[in-house]
């Protein structure tokens, strides 16, 4: 059997923090419920089976004596493979009249079980022993779990040196049957605790653990502290394997393999999780009295197991179950307040899903089956018509599958009284099958009150029966599968009572072709002064788009360059933004408002090599000063960076110099104004330090022993750099 405390060894316990404080975590094993936990057949299960049996005697003369057995509890192994055994008895006491009953006697002495008859006479019976008792074993293959009917009977003619007849009912049942919580693989939170730098709790956090089930069949589930195994685990396969005959076609057996580790995935395809559960509560607990009394959160969730596939065994490694989609999706959320001493709900909320566009992709895999004693060059079991013998098993190897979320309510209590609440409903549409994404989103309020809010992408443009929309940009933007870009978004109200829409917000994007590459183009929002009823949505005439003529342009973006960086965008007050990139068109050096970017190019003197590679922020800085000196009007600002650490100095509009330093290991230290002055400093000490923000930037300098490498001048001299 798993040991948990094994099982939780090398696990995190605790995080102690730089800062002071540390987080100490309890886990525990997972638990699952065999029963609920296997969707499907089951193949070869790493059981502990049990004996039971069940023994009738039959001492009556002249009627037929009848019963049954309940085999409710027999483990079924296959359809062919006995898991049971009948032993019938017919006793004696006198060897010699008990041989005559064998060899003379017909239908006088018989036992029946499950429609079938052994007679005394039969000639699987033998005698044992002093020859009093005459037997027969007979193995049962039972493939259906249920209650078998039995009956004997012993002629009036027979006299009294035949005693009776005894039978006895053999089976194995899975002594899990008698302990349905077993111990699986993975550990589960049990409880997390917040300590304080001097080492008193300031939080403490528990977990439970639940499933649902209604076991005792009355129609409501009850609670049960396991949860369910996700992926059904198979140790052991059938082996095919062709055994040589001299002179004849090889011969086809199975031999029964046991394997190290589990042929199918131990954790669901979808979760991932080895156990899954149906519900979550998480208590936060008082962290004086160490109570349950600051409330509590219960999560449920879709939980069901993947589904298997039954291969009579023969399943080959690797071979994966059908995937339960919406395993692990929130169900519901409901928190709860602790008043006086009990707990009160006071939100919940509510997930509904759906699934679409299911596509499954089968595989097969096979195993050549080879002839033992057969050696090169005919090492395969092969017939005439059939050159290899080949073992397949076909399996759902991909599965694609759209997860909807369909709707959703929040619900919100009163406190202390649970019939005083409000609601809100969203509901969301998937109205085109070629993307589904959401196209509609329905709230509605407690009053009846409803928000509409319409979304578009660019294959909405496509007519119903058509691959083009008619304007080049949506066209290239399907075809380079950039189809969830939001293209038109309108909001709408609908009044309690009224059918009628009132549009009180609409947003458009619009995009461009730039050197091939998509690139945004202007932005627009509906501009009214009140709701309107007549809008008309984006559309598309002589491969334009067409907009409502009440959409405002809101901005432009009227420049990109050869790295598809933006360089300029317009606003909707007419003003002007431009950008100018440097250290390899990496990084914004310079933002100019009131000024074009074409302009800003073109100003005199300014050297875009050390734009890009500047050798300090000195040169960087000075180079887009003759930015500034050019437009006197504009507001421009100056960035510089240490590449791949962050910015080293920024010069805003109004010419003020900011100034960024950094530690060895690129972490921030100084903000230091246009006079050199501190005005923020950052120190990194572990908890328990004495604090030290000495940092010293001047270079330190050793000798090596190695050859001078100092910047020489022109006199060859070192200059320090």
Same mark, same amino acid.
């Given at each position: 059997?798993?040991?948990?405390?094994?099982?939780?060894?090398?696990?995190?316990?605790?995080?102690?923090?730089?800062?002071?404080?540390?987080?100490?975590?309890?886990?525990?094993?997972?638990?699952?419920?065999? +029963?609920?936990?296997?969707?499907?057949?089951?193949?070869?299960?790493? =059981?502990?089976?049990?004996?039971?049996?069940?023994?009738? +005697? !039959?001492?009556?003369?002249?009627?037929?004596?009848?019963?049954?057995?309940?085999?409710?509890?027999?483990?079924?192994?296959?359809?062919?493979?006995?898991?049971?055994?009948?032993?019938?008895?017919?006793?004696?006491?006198?060897?010699?009249?008990?041989?005559?009953?064998?060899?003379?006697?017909?239908? %006088?002495?018989?036992?029946?079980?499950?429609?079938?008859?052994?007679?005394?006479?039969?000639?699987?019976?033998?005698?044992?022993?002093?020859?009093?008792?005459?037997?027969?074993?007979?193995?049962?293959?039972?493939?259906?779990?249920?209650?078998?009917?039995?009956?004997?009977?012993?002629?009036?003619?027979?006299?009294?040196?035949?005693?009776?007849?005894?039978?006895?009912?053999?089976? %194995?049942?899975?002594?899990?049957?008698?302990? /349905?919580?077993?111990?699986?693989?993975?550990?589960?939170?049990?409880?997390?605790?917040?300590?304080?730098?001097?080492?008193?709790?300031?939080?403490?956090?528990?977990?439970?653990?639940?499933?649902?089930?209604?076991?005792?069949?009355?129609?409501?589930?009850?609670?049960?502290?396991?949860?369910?195994?996700?992926?059904?685990?198979?140790?052991?396969?059938?082996?095919?394997?062709?055994?040589?005959?001299?002179?004849?076609? /090889?011969?086809?057996?199975?031999?029964?393999?046991?394997?190290?580790?589990?042929?199918?995935?131990?954790?669901?395809?979808?979760?991932?999780?080895?156990?899954?559960?149906?519900?979550?509560?998480?208590?936060?607990?008082?962290?004086?009295?160490?109570?349950?009394?600051?409330?509590?959160?219960?999560?449920?969730?879709?939980?069901?197991?993947?589904? @298997?596939?039954?291969?009579?065994?023969?399943?080959?490694?690797?071979? =994966?179950?059908?995937?339960?989609?919406?395993?692990?999706?929130?169900?519901?959320?409901?928190?709860?307040?602790?008043?006086?001493?009990?707990?009160?709900?006071?939100?919940?909320?509510?997930?509904?899903?759906?699934?679409?566009?299911?596509?499954?992709?089968?595989?097969?895999?096979?195993?050549?089956?080879?002839?033992?004693?057969?050696?090169?060059?005919?090492?395969?079991?092969?017939?005439?018509?059939?050159?290899?013998?080949?073992?397949?098993?076909?399996?759902?190897?991909?599965?694609?599958?759209?997860?909807?979320?369909?709707?959703?309510?929040?619900?919100?209590?009163?406190?202390?009284?649970?019939?005083?609440?409000? !609601?809100? @409903?969203?509901?969301?549409?998937?109205?085109?099958?070629?993307?589904?994404?959401?196209?509609?989103?329905?709230?509605?309020?407690?009053?009846?009150?409803?928000?509409?809010?319409?979304?578009?992408?660019?294959?909405?443009?496509? /007519?119903?029966?058509?691959?083009?929309?008619?304007?080049?940009?949506?066209?290239?933007? !399907?075809?380079?599968?950039?189809?969830?870009?939001?293209?038109?978004?309108?909001?709408?109200?609908?009044?309690?009572?009224?059918?009628?829409?009132?549009?009180?917000?609409?947003?458009?994007?619009?995009?461009?072709?730039?050197?091939?590459?998509?690139?945004?183009?202007?932005?627009? +929002?509906?501009?009214?002064?009140? /709701? !309107?009823?007549?809008?008309?949505?984006?559309?598309?005439?002589?491969?334009?788009?067409?907009?409502?003529?009440?959409?405002?342009?809101?901005?432009?973006?009227?420049?990109?360059?050869?790295?598809?960086?933006?360089?300029?965008?317009?606003?909707?007050?007419?003003? @002007?933004?431009?950008?100018?990139?440097?250290?390899?068109?990496?990084?914004?050096?310079?933002?100019?408002?009131?000024?074009?970017?074409?302009?800003?190019?073109?100003?005199?003197?300014?050297? +875009?090599?050390?734009?890009?590679?500047?050798?300090?922020?000195?040169?960087?800085?000075?180079?887009?000063?003759?930015?500034?000196?050019?437009?006197?009007?504009?507001?421009?600002?100056?960035?510089?960076?240490?590449?791949?650490?962050?910015?080293?100095?920024?010069?805003?509009?109004?010419?003020?110099?900011?100034?960024?330093?950094?530690?060895?290991?690129?972490?921030?230290?100084?903000?230091?104004?246009?006079?050199?002055?501190?005005?923020?400093?950052?120190?990194?000490?572990?908890?328990?330090?004495?604090?030290?923000?000495?940092?010293?930037?001047?270079?330190?300098?050793?000798?090596?022993?190695?050859?001078?490498?100092? %910047? %020489?001048?022109?006199?060859?001299?070192?200059?320090?750099?």
């Amino acid at each position: 059997e798993p040991d948990p405390n094994h099982m939780k060894a090398f696990s995190l316990y605790q995080v102690t923090y730089p800062t002071g404080g540390k987080t100490v975590l309890e886990v525990e094993p997972n638990d699952y419920d065999r +029963q609920s936990s296997v969707t499907g057949p089951r193949e070869y299960e790493q =059981l502990t089976l049990v004996d039971t049996s069940v023994q009738v +005697q !039959i001492n009556q003369r002249g009627q037929v004596v009848s019963g049954s057995v309940n085999m409710s509890s027999v483990y079924v192994f296959s359809n062919a493979t006995p898991n049971a055994t009948l032993n019938i008895a017919f006793r004696g006491n006198n060897a010699t009249s008990m041989t005559n009953y064998h060899n003379q006697t017909f239908n %006088k002495i018989y036992f029946t079980f499950n429609s079938s008859t052994t007679d005394i006479s039969s000639s699987n019976v033998t005698a044992s022993g002093t020859g009093t008792v005459w037997s027969a074993t007979i193995p049962l293959v039972i493939s259906a779990a249920g209650t078998f009917n039995w009956s004997g009977f012993i002629d009036n003619t027979i006299g009294t040196d035949f005693e009776n007849i005894i039978a006895t009912i053999s089976w %194995k049942k899975a002594l899990v049957n008698q302990s /349905p919580t077993l111990m699986a693989g993975g550990l589960r939170i049990k409880t997390i605790t917040d300590y304080t730098s001097s080492n008193a709790v300031a939080k403490r956090r528990t977990w439970e653990y639940t499933t649902l089930q209604d076991r005792d069949g009355n129609g409501t589930p009850e609670t049960y502290s396991s949860g369910r195994m996700m992926s059904y685990p198979c140790y052991v396969r059938n082996e095919p394997m062709a055994v040589y005959q001299s002179g004849a076609e /090889p011969l086809l057996c199975y031999s029964l393999a046991r394997y190290g580790s589990s042929s199918t995935a131990l954790t669901s395809a979808i979760q991932g999780n080895i156990v899954g559960y149906d519900q979550v509560t998480e208590y936060t607990l008082d962290t004086a009295s160490n109570a349950i009394n600051n409330g509590k959160v219960v999560y449920t969730y879709y939980n069901s197991a993947d589904t @298997t596939a039954s291969y009579d065994g023969f399943r080959l490694p690797g071979v =994966l179950h059908m995937s339960y989609a919406l395993g692990g999706l929130l169900k519901s959320k409901e928190t709860y307040a602790t008043i006086g001493s009990s707990y009160q709900k006071i939100a919940r909320e509510e997930s509904y899903y759906r699934t679409t566009n299911r596509l499954v992709y089968y595989a097969m895999k096979a195993e050549i089956v080879r002839a033992i004693g057969v050696s090169y060059p005919n090492p395969y079991c092969s017939t005439a018509n059939v050159p290899y013998q080949t073992w397949g098993s076909v399996y759902p190897a991909l599965k694609s599958e759209k997860i909807l979320l369909d709707s959703t309510r929040q619900i919100l209590y009163q406190p202390g009284d649970e019939t005083k609440f409000v !609601i809100k @409903t969203v509901v969301n549409a998937y109205d085109n099958a070629r993307h589904f994404q959401l196209t509609r989103v329905r709230e509605k309020d407690s009053k009846g009150n409803t928000r509409v809010a319409m979304h578009k992408y660019p294959q909405d443009f496509l /007519p119903s029966a058509g691959t083009s929309t008619g304007n080049a940009v949506l066209d290239t933007m !399907i075809a380079r599968n950039m189809v969830a870009a939001l293209i038109e978004k309108r909001d709408s109200f609908y009044y309690a009572g009224s059918s009628t829409g009132y549009i009180a917000g609409g947003q458009a994007a619009l995009f461009r072709l730039f050197n091939y590459v998509i690139v945004s183009d202007k932005q627009y +929002q509906l501009e009214v002064a009140a /709701p !309107i009823t007549n809008y008309q949505p984006v559309s598309i005439s002589a491969g334009n788009m067409v907009l409502d003529t009440r959409m405002r342009q809101m901005i432009s973006m009227d420049a990109y360059d050869a790295n598809y960086n933006l360089t300029q965008y317009t606003t909707n007050d007419g003003i @002007t933004t431009s950008f100018l990139w440097g250290y390899g068109r990496r990084y914004p050096v310079t933002k100019i408002i009131g000024a074009t970017y074409t302009a800003a190019i073109a100003t005199a003197g300014l050297n +875009q090599a050390v734009l890009q590679n500047p050798s300090s922020d000195a040169a960087l800085l000075s180079e887009v000063a003759k930015i500034r000196a050019s437009f006197p009007s504009a507001m421009v600002s100056a960035y510089a960076y240490r590449p791949l650490v962050g910015i080293t100095s920024e010069v805003d509009a109004k010419g003020l110099k900011m100034i960024y330093q950094y530690d060895e290991l690129g972490r921030l230290l100084f903000i230091r104004d246009y006079n050199n002055n501190i005005l923020k400093k950052f120190c990194y000490n572990y908890a328990g330090q004495v604090e030290n923000c000495t940092v010293s930037t001047t270079p330190q300098w050793q000798n090596t022993g190695t050859a001078i490498r100092c %910047k %020489k001048n022109s006199n060859n001299q070192n200059t320090g750099e």
